[in-house]
Nanobody, 114 residues
Framework: QVQLVESGGGLVQPGGSLRLSCALS????????MGWYRQAPGKQRELVAT???????NYADSVKGRFTISRDNAKKTVYLQMNSLKPDDTAVYYC????????WGQGTQVTVSS
């Protein structure tokens, strides 16, 4: 059974950086398209970034130029490097693995506040 475990969230000041990690277990990591989504209070969950098995990436307009998604197939881990963080980036961030089925992690809180 596929399991995803996120880590790296926390409290950061505006303009700061965080790196989120998501480790997959229970399956072959390299075949999945991996993604990061986020959900702010009172809002719908939204796409942040995705990376395919071949390494192609896609970003939401709101994070382009600030966030970078990457993957390490040997470590079965996907990362989200977040720079120049803004208060609007405050949300619970979820990791997602997609092939024929879709799997979600439990989420990690990111709070951007002074």
């Amino acid at each position: 059974q596929v399991q995803l475990v996120e880590s790296g969230g926390g409290l950061v000041q505006p303009g700061g950086s965080l790196r989120l990690s998501c480790a997959l277990s229970g399956s072959i990591f390299s075949i999945y398209t991996m993604g990061w989504y986020r959900q702010a209070p009172g809002k719908q969950r939204e796409l942040v970034a995705t990376i395919t098995s071949g390494g192609s990436t896609n970003y939401a307009d709101s994070v382009k130029g600030r966030f970078t998604i990457s993957r390490d197939n040997a470590k079965k881990t996907v990362y989200l490097q977040m720079n120049s963080l803004k208060p609007d980036d405050t949300a619970v961030y979820y990791c997602n693995a997609r092939l024929t089925d879709v799997y979600w992690g439990q989420g990690t809180q990111v709070t951007v506040s002074s």
